[in-house]
C-alpha cells in the first residue's frame, strides 16, 4: 500500500512493537535495493495471519509485492517462491502464534533445506489478532482469556528450537530499536540461505511486556533483555545454545554456522549438473514406451 | 477363435502377481494385440491376498474383463477366493507345491518353484506360468520369445545367459501345459497396426500430458496410489528450469504450490483423499488469491486412510468444494488412459486461463492400469499461460469483473496477493459490497471454461447413460451392448465435470433420467446434477473395485424398464 488506501481498514493500536518493525523493513529493503541497484519488485514479502502479518499492507514507500495467505503456512509459501524463482528475495514477517504455534512443523524442514529466506519474527507472546490468548512464548503464569489460572504450560524457548531444528543464522532484536533491527534484517537478508531475526515486539493491548524486556528502576524490575556479549562466538553452536539457555533475552547475533551456506536451491542446480541430467522431451519419453511389433 | 483372453495372477503381495500379469501384457502388446491391466492388492508390501490381471484381446479394450478364462493361483486361499470369477469353461493353473486341487478336468498344476530352481534361475517361476498359460490359450510362443529377449536385453554380459534362462522356462511351462492336454479355444491373430502405439500406465500418462502442457515444478508428499506420479516426476521432469520436491506434508505441498503458481510458474502436485483433505485451506487460498495450479487427486477409498489401495469414485464432492466458504473448484476427470494424458493438458490450460485452482481427478484403476494405446499426437497440444500484466494495471491486480492480467513479481504492478476478502490491490477490506462484487468476479471468471467437450450418442432417447471419471469403460461396453440389443438408451461422456460443458448441461435437463454409474455410496456426481435442475439418478457400488459391465447392464436395463 503506496499511500493511505481508505479501503483498507485495519490498524495497529497505539504503542505497538509492530510499528518499529514495519519501520526497520522499510529502512532494510531501501538499503538492500540502493546497494545491488536492484528493483524493490524483486521482493516478495510473505505475512502470516495475525496482527503481525498486516504489515505487508502497511509498507510505506515503493513497493515490494506481498502474499498474505493463511495462519501458519509462511514458510511453506515462501518454499514454492523461491523452488523456481531463487532470483527474488523473501521475506517472511510472522507472529509467534503463526510461526511457533500452528506452523511450527514447517521450521525444520526449511531450515535442514537451507531455505534462501529471511524469517521476520514479530514476538509478542499472545494471540494479538484473536484478542489474547496464550501463544508458546507467553510467560507462565501469565492470565489471558485461555489462560484462567496463569499460564501452566511451560514457556517455549524459540532461540533453543530454532537451534535445534537446524536453523543456521539467527539473531535477536528488539522492535524499539530500530536502528539495530534495520541493520539485522537488512545482513540477514545478504546471508545465502536459511536466517531468522527473532524480534520481541511487544503487544501494549494484551501483553505489555515493555517494563519487562527493558526493566524499570522504580518498580524494581530487572531487564529480561541483555546485549550479548562481544566475547560470544557466534559460529559456535555450543556456545549459542549456553548463551540462549536462560529465561533472559538474548540481544545481537546468536549463531550463525561455519562454513559456506549453500542455499537448497544452489544444492539442487549444483546436483544436476553433476548428475548430468537434461530433459528430455516428452515425445522422447513416448518414444521410449513405443511398442516396435 | 476367441477375441479376448483375460487372465488373473493371484497370490500374496511379493509373489510377483502384479507383475506376472503386467510381464504377459506386455508381451502380448509386443505381439501385437490390445492389451489392459488390472490389479488389486493391501496396503503392506510383503502377504495379503493381492491379484493382477491381463486382458489381452485382438480388438480395443474398454475393461480389464468381468470374468476369467485363466486364473493362476499361488495357494489355496486364492483359489477359493477367485474361482468364482472364473468362467465357465475356463482353466486354473496352480502352484502344485501349494496345494492340490482334487479334480484336475480344468486344472494344471505345476510345481513352478522347485521346476525354476531345478534349472538355476529361481525368479523364473512366473515365466513358466506364462508359459502354461500361453500354451493353453493358443497364444504365440515365439511372439513371448521375442519379448524376452528384447526385455532382457540391457547392454550387459550377462543378458544371454538371463534370455536363454527365461526362454528355457516358458518352454517348461509350454510342455507342462501340453502334458496336461488341456485348452482353450485359441485367441484370434493379434491384429495388424498403420499408428505408433505406446505402452503406458495410467500415471505416466498424466505426468506426460503434464510435461507436454508446460508443468515446470511438481511438489508432492507421497501417498497411495499418487506416489508413482511423484517419483515419476523427480525421475523424469529434471531439466535445469524445472523443480521437483517432496513437501513434509500436503498442507506444505499446497502452500508452496501457492507460492510457485503465485512467483509465475505452472505448477502442479499429485495426491490421494486424506491429502486432499489436508489441502482443503490451501486451495480456498489458492481460489482466493487467483493462482493457478493443478491437483491431481488419485482417488481410492474413504474416508479416512480408508482402502488405500483400492479404487473409488467418491471424491467428486470434495474435490469441487474442498474447502470453506463459497468457491467452486474446476474439476477434470480422465476416464481412460488415453484421456490422462490430455486431461493434465487441459487442467494446466484451464488454471492458467482463469487463474485458479483445477482438480484432475484420477482413481486408482486408472493411475495403475498399463494399456497399449496410440501414441499421442503431439502435434495437437495445445498450451496456454496465463495473461500477465505488463504494468498498465499497476497494482490494481484485482480490478474488474473477471480474469485480469496477472502480475509477475520481480515484474511491474506490485500487489498483495490476498487470502482475506481484498480490495483491487489487494488490501484486506471487509465492505459488504467489496464482498459482493469479488465473490461475483471469482465465480464469473469461471466462464472462460465453457469449451470442455462431451461425447453424445444415441440422443434422441429420453432415458440415457452419463459416466464419469474410470466408470466410463464399463458403462460404454454396457451400453454398446444394451444397443445391440435394442434397447434405446442413449449415451452421454465429458471429462469436464465442473463447470460442466453448458449445451451438455442444457441437453442432459431436457432428459427423463440420466443414469449415472459411479463408484461411491452417496451419488456424488448424481446429486450434484440433481442439484443443477437434472433428473439424475445414481448406479453405485463401493466394492473398492470397478464396475463389472454385466451387473452394469443389468442395471441400466432394469432402469431403462422403470423398475
Ligand atoms: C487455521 C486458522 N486457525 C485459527 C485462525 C485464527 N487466528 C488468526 S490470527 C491467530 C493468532 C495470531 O497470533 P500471532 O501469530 O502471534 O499474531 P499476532 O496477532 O500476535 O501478531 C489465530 C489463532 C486462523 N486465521 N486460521
Ligand atoms: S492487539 Fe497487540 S499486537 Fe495487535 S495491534 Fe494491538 S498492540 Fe499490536
Ligand atoms: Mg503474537
Known sequence: MSKRNPLYDFKWCPGCGDFGVKVAIEQALAQRTAERGDSIEKTVIVAGIGCSGNLVHLQEGPQPFGIHGIHGRTLPVAYGIKSGRPDLNVLVVSGDGDFLSIGAEHIGPQARRNLDVTVVVMDNGIYGLTKGQASPTTNVDVVTSTTRYGKLDEKMNPYLFFLGAGVGYLNSQMSSRVKDLAAAIKAAMDYPGFSIVHVQSPCTTYNDTYALLKGDEKQGIEPLAFPIPDSHDAGDLIAAVNLVRTNRIPIGQIYRREGESVPGHERLARAKVNAGVGQASVEELLTGMLITA | ?563
Open chain 2, 1 to 563: 477363435m476367441s477375441k479376448n483372453l483375460v487372465v488373473r495372477f493371484a497370490g500374496e503381495g511379493g509373489q510377483g502377481v502384479v507383475g506376472g500379469a503386467e510381464l504377459m501384457a506386455q508381451a502380448a502388446a509386443q505381439g501385437g494385440y490390445h492389451v489392459l491391466t488390472f490389479s488389486t492388492f493391501p496396503s503392506q508390501i510383503k502377504g495379503g491376498p493381492a491379484w493382477g490381471q491381463a486382458r489381452i484381446s485382438s480388438e480395443p479394450i474398454l475393461t480389464p474383463g468381468d470374468y476369467l478364462d485363466v486364473l493362476v493361483c499361488q495357494n489355496q486361499y486364492a483359489y477359493d477366493t477367485n474361482l468364482p470369477d472364473l468362467r465357465e469353461g475356463g482353466l486354473v493353473v496352480y502352484n502344485s507345491e501349494e496345494f492340490e486341487i482334487a479334480d484336475n478336468s480344468r486344472a494344471i498344476g505345476i510345481a513352478a518353484d522347485r521346476m525354476a530352481r531345478e534349472a538355476g534361475n529361481p525368479l523364473a517361476s512366473t515365466i513358466i506360468m506364462i508359459g502354461a498359460v500361453a500354451q493353453a490359450a493358443g497364444v504365440s510362443v515365439s511372439a513371448l520369445e521375442a519379448f524376452i529377449e528384447k526385455r532382457w536385453t540391457r547392454g550387459r554380459a550377462s543378458d544371454a545367459a538371463i534370455i536363454q534362462g527365461n526362454i528355457n522356462a516358458l518352454r517348461m511351462g509350454v510342455e507342462e501345459a501340453k502334458k496336461a492336454g488341456l485348452a482353450l479355444e485359441d485367441l484370434e491373430p493379434a491384429p495388424s497396426h498403420d499408428i505408433p502405439r505406446v505402452m503406458i500406465r495410467g500415471f505416466e500418462a498424466s505426468a506426460l500430458g503434464a510435461m507436454a502442457g508446460g508443468v515446470e515444478s511438481f511438489i508432492g508428499y507421497p501417498i497411495s496410489p499418487a506416489t508413482t506420479m511423484l517419483v515419476y516426476m523427480e525421475q523424469n521432469l529434471t531439466g535445469a528450469e524445472k523443480f521437483v520436491g517432496q513437501a513434509s506434508s500436503e498442507i506444505e505441498a499446497i502452500a508452496s504450490l501457492v507460492g510457485a503458481g503465485y512467483s509465475g510458474r505452472k505448477v502442479m502436485t499429485s495426491t490421494a483423499g486424506p491429502g486432499l483433505s489436508l489441502m482443503g485451506e490451501g486451495l480456498g487460498l489458492a481460489w482466493m488469491a487467483e493462482i493457478p495450479l493443478v491437483i491431481v487427486d488419485v482417488q481410492r477409498g474413504g474416508p479416512a486412510t480408508g482402502l488405500p489401495t483400492k479404487t473409488e469414485q467418491s471424491d467428486f464432492i470434495m474435490a469441487m468444494n474442498p474447502g470453506h466458504g463459497d468457491m467452486s473448484v474446476p474439476v477434470i476427470a480422465p476416464g481412460t488412459t488415453e484421456e490422462a494424458f490430455w486431461a493434465s493438458i487441459a487442467a494446466l490450460n484451464w488454471a492458467e486461463r482463469y487463474q485458479g485452482p483445477v482438480i484432475l481427478l484420477s482413481e486408482a484403476a486408472i493411475a495403475e492400469r498399463a494399456q497399449d494405446i496410440p501414441m499421442p499426437d503431439l502435434s495437437k497440444v495445445k498450451v496456454e499461460s496465463r495473461t500477465v500484466s505488463g504494468g498498465a494495471m499497476q497494482n490494481r491486480r484485482y480490478a474488474g469483473d473477471s480474469v485480469s492480467p496477472f502480475p509477475v513479481p520481480g515484474g511491474p504492478g506490485a500487489y498483495v496477493a490476498n487470502g482475506s476478502e481484498h480490495d483491487e490491490q489487494g488490501d484486506t477490506t471487509h465492505l459488504p459490497d467489496i464482498h459482493v462484487t469479488m465473490t461475483n468476479r471469482r465465480f464469473r471468471k469461471l466462464e472462460v471454461l465453457s469449451d470442455g467437450t462431451f461425447e453424445a450418442e444415441n440422443t434422441g432417447s429420453d432415458i440415457v447413460v452419463l459416466p464419469w471419471g474410470g466408470s466410463k469403460g464399463s458403462a460404454r461396453a454396457a451400453w454398446e451392448q444394451l444397443q445391440a440389443e435394442g434397447v434405446n438408451v442413449g449415451w452421454y461422456y465429458t471429462m469436464f465435470l465442473n463447470p460442466l460443458p453448458p449445451t451438455l448441461l442444457a441437453e442432459l435437463k431436457t432428459k427423463k433420467k440420466v443414469l449415472v454409474p459411479e463408484l461411491n455410496y452417496m451419488g456424488q456426481l448424481a446429486g450434484h446434477l440433481r442439484s443443477l435442475g437434472v433428473n439424475a439418478e445414481a448406479i453405485t457400488q463401493y466394492t473398492g473395485l470397478p464396475f463389472k459391465v454385466s451387473d452394469l447392464k443389468a442395471e441400466i436395463s432394469r432402469r431403462v424398464q422403470g423398475q
